[in-house]
């Protein structure tokens, strides 16, 4: 039985809701089940987690002490690194820069590959060797989304070494037989244009989701390069990511499955559940 179900696929595909509907699906039917988010404290992602230092913990605990016990429960300690989930800690007026301070720390700020590879193979070897055995774990956009974005865009990374990097943190779970559920836009720039549309800010000054993406993406090392700024090139490199990412699934030797999203997302689900059953 598959142990860590991975949902993937690009924004606007569903992947909160149907990581949702697999938790319940499992949990009905007897098994024990974790299902992690993006900036919980995660056992192998680190997207808005702060990586510190013994010393750097310890300056952030007396830097915020009204914050100490918050930053404390949104805290866990692995291979003697600090790992915060800062974005769940609800600042106070006095530490307006509390998040900015935080969000130094993160790994994903690195521009060093080694550092940033390093960083999660600890993490995923550390999950591997210590996870429930009793437990199926879904996991939401911590494999391909996150890995993918940053090894095309920052590192520049193409074919055989972001496939290398995929296979060895696959690797460190491969006792948890692992399964990917992709669910691919069946038009990707409809897609991210109507996500685009329902994640309109509504607090004035603040901008929207697209805006916020369009600036990341342009700002990566090799956007520019691959043609990948502005509205347009973002709407192109998520193009470009989903072609990659389902030419990479039946080369990284694991379980998995591509749902195509028409804007129909129970017709997704029921083609999930059918594969569920079958799995069984």
């Known amino acids: 039985m598959h142990r860590c179900i991975l949902i993937e696929g690009l924004p606007g595909s569903g992947k909160t809701t149907f990581s949702k509907r697999v938790q319940t699906y499992y949990e009905q039917r007897g098994f024990r089940v974790k299902r992690y988010s993006e900036g919980e404290l995660h056992p192998i992602d680190l997207a ?3 990586t510190l230092d013994e010393k750097s913990y310890q300056d952030r605990l007396n830097k915020y002490p009204e914050l100490s016990e918050p930053i404390r429960a949104n805290t866990k300690k692995e291979n003697g690194r600090y790992y915060v989930a800062y974005t769940k800690i609800r600042a106070l007026p006095e530490y ?6 935080l969000a130094q720390f993160e790994i994903f700020r690195t521009e060093d590959y080694e550092t940033f590879f390093n960083a999660f193979l600890s993490r995923w070897k550390h999950f591997g060797n210590h996870h429930d055995s009793d437990t199926v774990y879904v996991f939401e956009c911590v494999f391909l989304q996150n890995h993918v974005n940053e090894l095309v865009l920052k590192y ?3 074919d ?3 496939l290398e990097h995929l296979k060895k943190l696959l690797d460190c779970v491969k006792k948890l037989h692992p399964k990917i559920l992709y669910i ?9 244009q109507r996500i685009a549309q329902e994640r309109v800010s509504t607090l004035p000054g603040q901008p929207d989701w697209f805006d916020v993406v369009v600036d990341y993406i342009s700002s990566e090392r090799f956007a520019a390069k691959m043609g990948y700024t502005e509205k347009e090139g973002v709407l192109r490199f998520f193009a470009d990511r989903q072609r990659l990412e389902k030419e990479l699934l039946p080369k990284l030797d694991v379980a998995h499955k591509v749902y195509t999203l028409k804007n129909d997302y129970e017709a997704v689900w029921k083609a999930m559940q059918r594969e569920f059953e079958n799995d069984d």
Do not use: S
């Open 96 to 101: 307006p820069d509390f998040y900015k301070d």
């Open 160 to 162: 055989e070494r972001l």
């Open 184 to 192: 691919e836009h069946d038009d990707v720039k409809k897609g991210i």
């Open 48 to 50: 808005w987690i702060a």
């Open 156 to 158: 520049g990374f193409q």
